[in-house]
């Protein structure tokens, strides 16, 4: 693995609760949010919910609500990691020294 160019550039990033993590650039990440598969997750959750409560067995229905389910929540779990790798890496091509800071 080759080493990246010197940038010569430091910055310090504080970790808040508005946004994932201000650089002092001025950079800001957003929430790590995904409100369209966090409605779909909903849906299912609901539909599971009702399947479950109205039979109080397994039924070939629900079974297919929870395979739907958690292929939906192994989505959004990829997204998140994906996101974070992305801002990640921008962050270290960027700048040489990173300083990190939190709210306490």
Do not use: W
Not at 9 to 16: A, T, W
Request: glycine share 6%; proline share 2%.
């Amino acid at each position: 693995m080759e080493n990246l160019p010197k940038t010569d550039n430091f910055h310090g990033m504080g970790l808040g609760i508005k946004d994932a993590a201000v650089v002092s650039d001025g950079y800001k990440t957003d929430k790590i949010h995904k409100p369209l598969l966090d409605d779909k997750i909903a849906k299912y959750n609901k539909k599971l919910a009702i399947r479950t409560k109205n039979y109080k067995i397994n039924t070939k229905n629900s079974s297919k609500t929870k395979t739907k389910l958690s292929g939906l929540y192994g989505k959004k779990k990829n997204q998140i990691i994906d996101q974070i790798h992305k801002f990640t890496t921008k962050i270290v091509r960027k700048f040489d020294e990173i300083f990190v800071g939190d709210l306490s």
